[in-house]
């Protein structure tokens, strides 16, 4: 199993650190061999080779069984010329790999309610919910895709493009992962709005019609951010595009307590999937070692599973994590207001609590 490892930017390589520790780790105990190989992705890449996706990266990633990925992007690159920036590492590689579709799983624990900055009330029990995101199209690839300069006026122009084709590959994934969940979709548009939604829309109750079990929603985005802040209790499985996607994600991470839990899997057709943490590069953080690497390492449980079916390593993995945050271990992005019942640790700690937890479990077994 040969895994290229793309650290990035920022916070990209020292979350990434923890996620392959715990990986080689939970491989010891559990009988795996995992292979790695790194490669340079994002601003790194374009100081070294210009290109912040060099030939050689994309051989690695293309060669591999499945991609772990950091993040990119930071200030010193944010003036490039737009072809040159480092997230065009990421988008590039999403189109080259055909990452289609993007889960984002968001879990508030109970033991960690509160961490969440909402109410208590809202968030009692804790949430489940897994945002599927379309990850191939919309705003971020449509053609035209310029600027330009008309009578002396700057214009530019994004084109939100959706076919039904790639609507429905990704309302599928949605509808299927819904099947082993609790059995509901939230599907989310501006249909009162975007000639795209109304489409969007269309094919998902067309879809639907293959799911009867499934009970099935619309939300327009404006309302979904609202709901998600007041009643996230409310989702199961969430399907957008991509745009939408990207925006309700990152709130998501947000209501859990920080975007450093988020983990995320960007899958295909050719099943080589593409495993990332949903947070940047953190570049006020970056270089001081208290990054929380619990959505990396989380990533890295969603590949053991979706890569390559080990789901007890994943679930072990997963198991740690909990039991780890529950003992109120968290990094400082998890600290609201009194720390009384929490011991504040950084990256590397909250990495060797996660194997310390695993390899407990184990002798326990
Ligand atoms: P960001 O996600 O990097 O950070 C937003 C906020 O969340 C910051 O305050 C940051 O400190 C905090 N944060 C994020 N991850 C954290 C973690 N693991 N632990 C603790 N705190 C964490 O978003 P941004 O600041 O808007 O973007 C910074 C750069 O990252 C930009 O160049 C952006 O394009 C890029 N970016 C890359 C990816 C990716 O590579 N997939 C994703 C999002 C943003
Ligand atoms: C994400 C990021 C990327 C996106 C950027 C870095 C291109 O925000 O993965 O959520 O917008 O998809
Ligand atoms: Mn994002």
């Known amino acids: 199993m040969k895994i290229a490892i793309l650290p990035g930017d920022g916070i990209g390589p020292e979350v990434m650190a923890e996620a392959v520790k715990v990986l080689r780790r939970a491989g010891d105990i559990f009988g795996y061999t995992l292979e790695f190989e790194e490669a340079a992705v994002g601003g790194a890449a374009i100081d070294l080779y210009g290109d912040p996706l060099p030939e050689r990266t994309l051989q690695v990633a293309l060669e ?17 010329p737009p072809e ?39 968030v009692d029990g804790g949430f489940d919910m897994l945002i599927v995101r379309e ?3 919309g705003l971020y690839y449509g053609e035209p895709k310029e600027r330009r300069t008309i009578g002396g006026v700057r214009q530019a122009i994004d084109t939100l493009f959706y076919s039904e084709k790639e609507i429905e590959r990704c309302v599928r994934s949605a509808f299927d992962a819904a099947m082993s969940r609790r059995r ?18 269309e094919v998902v109750e067309e879809v639907a019609r293959d799911y009867p079990e499934v009970q099935v929603e619309h939300q327009y985005v404006d309302a979904c951010a609202m709901l998600l802040v007041r009643e996230p209790k409310r989702f199961d499985v969430l399907v957008t595009e991509n745009t939408f996607g990207d925006i309700l994600s990152d709130l998501a991470g947000a209501i859990t307590g920080s975007l450093g839990m988020l983990p995320s899997a960007s899958l ?8 990332e943490p949903i947070h940047g590069s953190a570049p006020d953080i970056a270089g001081k070692g208290i990054a929380n690497p619990v959505g990396a390492i989380l990533s890295g449980a969603m590949m ?4 390559f079916g080990l789901r007890h390593p994943a679930q072990a993995i997963r198991r740690a994590v909990r039991r780890v945050l529950g003992s109120g271990y968290v990094t400082p992005d998890l600290v609201r207001g009194h720390t009384g019942t929490q011991t504040v640790v950084n990256t590397r700690q909250m990495g060797d609590l996660v ?3 695993i390899l407990k479990e184990d002798e326990r077994l």
């Open 184 to 201: 509901k979709v939230t599907s989310v548009d501006k249909a009162n709005v975007l000639m795209a939604s109304r489409l969007w829309r």
């Open 355 to 357: 194997v310390e937890q």
């Open 304 to 307: 053991l599973e979706y890569a």
């Open 84 to 122: 040159r920036r480092p997230e065009q590492g990421i988008l590039r590689l999403r189109k080259r790999l055909g990452l289609y579709v993007n889960m984002r799983p968001a879990t508030l624990y109970p033991e960690l309610i509160e961490s969440s900055p909402l109410k208590k009330a809202a």
């Open 135 to 137: 990850l191939s199209s």
């Open 64 to 80: 591999a069984d499945a991609v772990l990925f950091g993040a990119v992007g930071g200030p010193k690159w944010d003036n490039q």
């Open 268 to 275: 295909g057709a050719g099943g080589r999937g593409l495993y």
